[in-house]
């Protein structure tokens, strides 16, 4: 079975401290993906890479950069957060077939 | 440009009946349609993809969809509900742009009573 593995559940952090969110994937998947959730707003596109070192923005890039050095992984980052980056954050990876796999996410409080 | 609607925030079922989650989309060309089913606090889990063929099709722990396309409708069904279909479920649909990513909906909560 495809894995995708993040690394951290729950984080509380405070406002303007720099948050590395890490997910790895161990099925060679070329695309992977980093999601938010927010209630009412369903998952909204962050950043997105189909190839090591390849990234491209999603339908909500500010405020966040991402990292894939390696092809398994695929990190997001969060240079100052903010409060309103408060959220459930989803990280997957895309199969040749389309269909996307997710890690258990990570809930980030921005206190 | 792609997008999918779940007109219902909430569908609630009792126990042993039929459930319906509905979804529609709007598309360029033939659509790629999935659904994903979620847990409280877990990730999102596939269920079930329409790419070609029988407008039927058949997925994860006993749901089917139904892909109608004069309707442009890709609905999400179960004969029988169970207590422990209660989950958030989504539909997306495939962005034929964008490196194909999928488009989702805003999701809609079904909670199934005993």
């Known amino acids: 079975d495809v894995k995708v593995t993040q690394s951290s559940r729950y984080l509380v952090k405070r406002t303007g401290e720099k948050v590395f969110l890490e997910c790895v994937q161990d099925m060679d998947h070329e695309n992977m993906f980093w999601y938010r959730q927010d209630p009412g707003l369903g998952l909204r596109l962050i950043y997105f890479s189909y190839d090591v070192k390849m990234k491209e923005k999603g339908d909500i890039p500010e405020g966040y950069s991402v990292s894939r050095e390696k092809k398994e992984r695929f990190s997001l980052i969060l240079e100052s957060a903010s409060t309103n980056q408060t959220s459930m954050y989803l990280c997957?990876?895309?199969?040749?077939?389309?269909?996307?796999?997710f890690g258990e996410g990570s809930r980030l409080t921005v206190l | 440009a792609q997008s999918v609607a779940q007109p219902e925030d909430q569908v609630n079922v009792a126990e042993g009946n039929p459930l319906t989650v509905k979804c529609t989309y709007s598309v360029s060309g033939n659509p790629y349609l999935f659904w994903y089913v979620q847990y409280p606090n877990r990730g999102l889990q596939f269920l079930l993809k329409?790419?070609?063929?029988?407008?039927l099709v058949k997925g994860s722990y006993g749901f089917e969809a139904e892909f109608n396309k004069s309707q442009t409708s890709f609905h999400l069904k179960k004969p029988s509900a169970l207590v422990s279909d209660s989950a958030l479920y989504f539909c997306a649909v495939r962005d034929r742009g964008s490196q194909g990513n999928l488009i989702f909906g805003k999701g809609t909560k079904l909670s199934v009573k005993p």
């Open positions: 997957a990876s895309r199969s040749a077939a389309g269909e996307l796999f």
């Open positions: 329409y790419i070609t063929g029988d407008n």
